[in-house]
T-cell receptor
């Protein structure tokens, strides 16, 4: 049972345009969501997060939107740069006994063309 | 700070062999985790620890064991390696004072690529 899903395995955008990466979840107990970026042969690095009490969080070129009713979140990158080319993972965490544990999506490969 | 370090970077095991994947962090984080990532898949939690002496199973613990005798180290033991354990293994750590009080952000090591043949 895939509780966090990234339905687009890959996304290709032109430099300077917007990249939108999507993530859906099924577990209504998730209350914190994170995006990680991963380059080949490296570990994932934290990018941006959002608590379920918010619907938007911004950090420079990166904005995460959360739609709780639709159980959907998205990561917007504006403007996209070639250095943003990487695999992006969406992750979610629930409170209670699941606190601290992350459930990851399958990842989306983003390619930004010069 | 070195952050989270993992050794070895690569390893090839024969079926039935055992090995220990090492993980250390120098950020004084209380939580530590082991994940595996199979091709085209997300990371799946194997085991985690909320502090020295305390460990618990994650989503895919079968075939693995862990121990946490110090805050810094969290080794993962593979007994009787099987081809299904071919994967990339990531160790991670985070700091938290408990639910609702700390960050969920986890810091990852560079990974160990393991092949079992």
């Amino acid at each position: 049972d895939q509780q966090v899903k990234q339905n687009s395995p890959s996304l290709s955008v032109q430099e300077g345009r917007i990249s939108i990466l999507n993530c859906d979840y099924t577990n209504s107990m998730f209350d914190y969501f994170l995006w990680y970026k991963k380059y080949p042969a490296e570990g994932p690095t934290f990018l941006i997060s959002i608590s379920s009490i918010k619907d938007k969080n911004e950090d420079g070129r990166f904005t995460v939107f959360l739609n709780k009713s639709a159980k959907h979140l998205s990561l917007h990158i504006v403007p996209s740069q070639p250095g943003d080319s990487a695999v992006y993972f969406c992750a979610a965490s629930a409170g209670g006994t699941s606190y601290g544990k992350l459930t990851f999506g399958q990842g989306t490969i983003l390619t930004v063309h010069p | 700070n070195a952050g989270v370090t993992q050794t070895p970077k690569f390893r090839i095991l024969k079926i039935g062999q055992s090995m220990t994947l090492q993980c250390a962090q120098d950020m004084n984080h209380n939580y530590m985790y082991w994940y595996r990532q199979d091709p085209g898949m997300g990371l799946k939690l194997i085991y985690y620890s909320v502090g020295a002496g305390i460990t618990d199973k994650g989503e895919v613990p079968n075939g693995y064991n862990v121990s946490r005798s110090t805050t810094e180290d969290f080794p993962l033991r593979l007994e009787l390696a099987a081809p299904s354990q071919t994967s990339v293994y990531f160790c991670a750590s985070s700091y938290s004072r408990g639910p609702g009080t700390g960050s969920y952000e986890q810091y990852f090591g560079p990974g160990t690529r393991l092949t079992v043949t």
